[in-house]
């Protein structure tokens, strides 16, 4: 029913950055709720940030300050800007939509690897 495509990840030095995107289909995008999540090795999927239908935005303690998530409805496009990045972000990074009625959609996810 909605598919979402992730892309942006790469090989980035410490301090570096990366934007992340996530390419969503169908026309309810607004509607959701869109949040990233990632998933390192020998680790349980964490959310990193989420941004409610509305704007309001939320942050993983490791990553405030750091990470901006933003949404643009208009594309049906979610964006993780990623700075100062650390090896400890390594991981595959997941788009994620909730709709109004509860369902979870998910990405096949990218991967992002910082250097130290």
């Known amino acids: 029913q909605v598919q979402l495509v992730e892309s942006g990840g790469g090989l980035v030095q410490a301090g570096g950055s990366l934007r992340l995107s996530c390419a969503a289909s169908?026309?309810?995008?607004?509607?959701?709720?869109m949040g990233w999540y990632r998933q390192a090795p020998g680790k349980q999927r964490e959310l990193v940030a989420g941004i409610t239908s509305g704007g309001i935005t939320n942050y993983a303690d490791s990553v405030k300050g750091r990470f901006s998530i933003s949404r643009d409805n208009a594309k049906n496009t979610l964006y993780l800007q990623m700075s100062s990045l650390k090896p400890e972000d390594t991981a595959v990074y997941y788009c994620n939509a909730r709709s109004r009625l509860g369902i979870s959609y998910w990405g096949q996810g990218t991967q992002v690897t910082v250097s130290s």
């Open positions: 169908g026309s309810l995008f607004s509607s959701y709720a």
